[in-house]
């Protein structure tokens, strides 16, 4: 969006102070605003070998864990889920979705060990709504004016402000890939046949788009 300064003679906001009018008026802005809510993560993984790579969302699972376990990790803290799956999220990354909530279709053979289930499909939907990556809210702006100099010369000054409220704003996803099909019992890390094996499910890294940037032109037109 661009528009004039209101500032100014024959502007609403018409000023009495020749200064000021000079100062405030004659000024085109520019605003570019961004407001979104986050994109839909791809869920995928605790299906080794299956048809389609997809697994099945457990029916009453919550798909975020508790809040306390919400908040940034350093990749030594060992989680439980609610489930009894024990992960350790990567460092740096922060926490939000259960992987507790999905689960691959397994089956046992005669000699007792687990195998994937090749010929199942999952019921999951590949994307949901409630698994989503950070939503953006961006104010970008930018002043110019032209002044002119002598008759056929001008002087045109103009600032652009990237991020112009200097909002933190993540600029990746959510893990939504649930690594390989688990196939045996693990008492230790909560593993049973069916689980996927990512530690790193329903988690977003720091990475976050530009901070806050301004530039200045003045150049002359002749």
């Not at 994109?39 to 389609?52: E, F, N």
């Not at 199942?120 to 698994?131: C, H, K, Q, S």
């Not at 933190?168 to 046949?193: H, Q």
Request: proline share 6%; aromatic share 8%; net charge neutral.
């Amino acid at each position: 969006m661009t528009d004039e300064s209101p500032f100014g003679a024959g502007k609403p906001l018409a000023l009495s102070n020749r200064f000021a009018r000079t100062v405030a008026g004659g000024w085109n802005v520019g605003t570019v605003i961004i407001a979104q809510s986050g994109m839909p993560s791809v869920i995928s993984g605790a299906s080794t070998g299956a048809m389609v790579a997809r697994p099945d969302r457990i029916p009453g699972v919550s798909l975020t864990v508790p809040a306390a376990l919400q908040h940034w990790y350093d990749g030594k803290t060992k989680v439980t889920l609610p489930c009894g799956l024990v992960v350790t999220p990567g460092k740096n990354t922060f926490l939000e979705y259960n992987a507790c909530a999905f689960q691959g279709e397994v089956m046992q053979a005669s000699n007792g060990n687990f195998i994937a289930d090749q010929f199942w499909v999952g019921n999951a939907d590949p994307t949901t709504g409630d698994l989503r990556g950070p939503g953006r809210f961006n104010v970008d702006l930018s002043l110019r004016r032209t002044f002119p100099l002598r008759e056929r010369v001008q002087l045109q000054i103009a600032a652009d402000a990237v991020n112009l409220l200097n909002h933190a704003e993540l600029s990746g996803a959510f893990s939504g890939s649930l690594g390989n099909t688990n196939l045996t019992n693990n008492p230790a890390g909560g593993l049973v046949p069916g689980y996927g094996n990512s530690t790193n499910f329903g988690t977003i890294g720091v990475g976050t788009l530009d901070p806050r940037q301004i530039t200045m032109h003045v150049k002359v037109v002749f």
